[in-house]
């Protein structure tokens, strides 16, 4: 009897509890994947922070001017105004200019300023006649640079009262009032970095002589400056 209930205890089967490593692998990875997202993000935003702050520095040490872009000279090469025989009912005619045009740049500030294209319209009592530009250069640190455009307008139609206006001026006046639009954009260039685009929109009053075919008056100005 003994036997068997040593034996019965001895093969007798007992239950005991299984335990399970928890996958703490997985969540560890995470872990160290976010922080290194973190860190990254802080490293770039010290370095972006680093950059303004001596982009800043440097600009209120140089403390950069705006442009002055100003016309200078107007040469006037031809002008015709010719009256259109085929419907003088409608008092239309028709308009030839080339007009050359000298603009001086002014440069007062410590570094080089970057020109863009600049682009410029000639009108009469608010019509465009034609277009000319100015292409893009650099201008150094403390300096004057001198650029030309030449404005060809070539047998421009206008009809009814602007042709009525046009050729009275011309005949009987001598005097013809055109005026000169354009945007001028620069950039101010700060040891290798460019600042953003500062646009100055130009806006000349000028009155040529037909029959001379010479300017008589010229009045410029800026009508304001935008970034």
């Given at each position: 009897?003994?036997?068997?209930?040593?034996?019965?205890?001895?093969?007798?089967?007992?239950?005991?509890?299984?335990?399970?490593?928890?996958?703490?692998?997985?969540?560890s990875?995470?872990?160290?994947?976010k922080?290194?997202?973190?860190?990254?993000?802080?490293?770039?935003?010290?370095?972006?922070?680093?950059?303004?702050?001596?982009?800043?520095?440097?600009?209120?040490a140089?403390?950069?001017?705006?442009?002055?872009?100003?016309?200078?000279q107007?040469?006037?090469q031809?002008?015709?105004?010719?009256?259109?025989?085929?419907t003088?009912?409608?008092?239309?005619?028709?308009?030839?200019?080339?007009?050359?045009?000298?603009?001086?740049?002014?440069?007062?500030?410590?570094?080089?300023?970057?020109?863009?294209e600049?682009?410029?319209?000639?009108?009469?009592?608010g019509?465009?006649?034609?277009?000319?530009?100015?292409?893009?250069?650099?201008?150094p640190?403390?300096?004057?640079?001198?650029?030309?455009?030449?404005?060809v307008?070539?047998?421009?139609?206008?009809?009814?009262?602007?042709?009525?206006?046009?050729?009275?001026?011309?005949?009987?006046?001598?005097?013809?009032?055109?005026?000169v639009?354009?945007?001028?954009?620069?950039?101010?260039?700060?040891?290798?970095?460019?600042?953003?685009?500062i646009?100055?929109?130009?806006?000349?009053?000028?009155?040529?002589?037909?029959?001379?075919?010479?300017?008589?008056?010229?009045?410029?100005?800026?009508?304001?400056?935008?970034?």
């Amino acid at each position: 009897m003994t036997s068997r209930l040593t034996q019965n205890g001895i093969n007798g089967t007992h239950h005991h509890p299984q335990y399970y490593p928890h996958p703490t692998s997985s969540s560890s990875s995470k872990a160290s994947f976010k922080g290194c997202c973190c860190c990254l993000f802080l490293l770039f935003s010290f370095l972006l922070l680093l950059i303004l702050a001596v982009i800043l520095v440097i600009v209120l040490a140089v403390k950069p001017k705006k442009p002055q872009f100003d016309l200078q000279q107007v040469g006037v090469q031809y002008v015709g105004i010719t009256p259109n025989p085929a419907t003088i009912a409608t008092s239309s005619a028709s308009v030839s200019l080339n007009i050359r045009m000298v603009f001086t740049a002014f440069n007062d500030n410590k570094v080089g300023i970057k020109y863009g294209e600049s682009r410029f319209t000639i009108m009469y009592r608010g019509i465009p006649l034609g277009r000319g530009s100015v292409p893009a250069f650099y201008q150094p640190a403390h300096s004057v640079k001198r650029v030309e455009t030449t404005i060809v307008v070539d047998r421009v139609n206008l009809l009814q009262a602007d042709a009525a206006d046009l050729i009275r001026d011309a005949a009987l006046n001598d005097r013809v009032e055109l005026r000169v639009l354009g945007d001028v954009g620069a950039k101010i260039r700060i040891l290798g970095f460019t600042s953003p685009g500062i646009e100055v929109s130009v806006d000349c009053a000028i009155v040529i002589s037909p029959r001379k075919q010479a300017l008589t008056y010229k009045q410029c100005g800026f009508d304001g400056l935008s970034v």
